[in-house]
C-alpha cells in the first residue's frame, strides 16, 4: 500500500485550486471538465478537491467542513524551509492565521492556517 491522494470535500473546486495556488504556491494538475474534481501537484502524494454534490451523490454522507467553524479532526502538511515567509505569504493570500510560526521541542518550526473552506493547514520545516 502506498498513499495516492487526499481528496477535501469542498463546494468549489475552482476556487479551492485557485486558492491552493495562490496561499501555498502549489501547481495545480488539472480540473476536469465539470469541475467536481480537481489536484494539486505535491510530491509523491497528490492533494485532491471533489465538489459536494458530487461526492453527496455518490452516497458519501459527511459533515461540511467551513470557514467560522471547528476545523474537522485531520489537517493538511506542507512542508517548506521558510516557515515564517510560508505562513506570511498564506495570511496575505487570504488564510485565517491560526497560529504562528513557533520552534517545536523536537527542533521543527511549525505554523497552522486554515483555508478558504476552512480545513486545518500545518506549514512546516522539514524533519531530519
Known sequence: MRLG???????DVAAAVGFYE??????RRFIDDSVTYG?????????????????TANGHHFRPTRAGTLAPGVEIALVTDDVAAAFAHAVGAGA?????????????????VRDLNGFLV?????MG
Do not use: H, R
Not at 491522494?5 to 463546494?11: A, G
Not at 495562490?22 to 501547481?27: C, H, K, P, R, S
Open 5 to 11: 491522494y487526499i481528496i477535501l470535500y469542498v463546494p
Open 22 to 27: 495562490q496561499a501555498f504556491g502549489l501547481t
Open 39 to 55: 489536484e494539486m501537484e505535491t510530491g509523491g502524494t497528490a492533494l485532491s478537491f471533489v465538489n459536494e454534490d458530487f461526492a
Open 96 to 112: 485565517q492565521a491560526q497560529q504562528s510560526p513557533a520552534e517545536k521541542p523536537w527542533g521543527q518550526t511549525v505554523a497552522y
Open 122 to 126: 500545518e506549514l512546516c520545516s522539514p
